[in-house]
Nanobody, 127 residues
Framework: QVQLVESGGGLVQAGGSLRLSCAAS????????MGWFRQFPGKEREFVAT????????YYVDSVKGRFTISRDNAKNAVYLQMNSLKPEDTAVYYC????????????????????WGQGTQVTVSS
């Protein structure tokens, strides 16, 4: 089975930046899309960003467009989320996940389309 490990979370002031990393192992990483999701206290996990298996397509939730950038390095079996201009409302636990469909062409925003998840990393943005 696939194992995903997130890192890079922490405490940052509003307007600051963080770069989250997700290291994958156990399945051919380069053949699967990857996504980032976040979960606010007391809320369900929600979509943030995704990148398809080839890296040719990305998609973001409206609230982070222009501020967050998802990328991948297949040689390192890793996916990243560069977060700039952070806002207090970005405070959440962030999770990386792997698409359950091999070489899916179109990206997906649904948690139901990802079958492997990391443990999560806390991001806290102070005002």
């Amino acid at each position: 089975q696939v194992q995903l490990v997130e890192s890079g979370g922490g405490l940052v002031q509003a307007g600051g930046s963080l770069r989250l990393s997700c290291a994958a192992s156990g399945r051919t990483f380069s053949s699967y899309g990857m996504g980032w999701f976040r979960q606010f206290p007391g809320k369900e996990r929600e979509f943030v960003a995704t990148i398809n298996w080839s890296g040719s397509r990305t998609y973001y939730v409206d609230s982070v467009k222009g501020r967050f950038t998802i990328s991948r390095d297949n040689a390192k079996n890793a996916v990243y989320l560069q977060m700039n201009s952070l806002k207090p409302e970005d405070t959440a636990v962030y999770y990386c996940a792997q698409d359950l469909t091999r070489q899916r062409v179109r990206v997906t925003t649904s948690t139901r389309q990802y079958d492997y998840w990391g443990q999560g990393t806390q991001v806290t943005v102070s005002s």
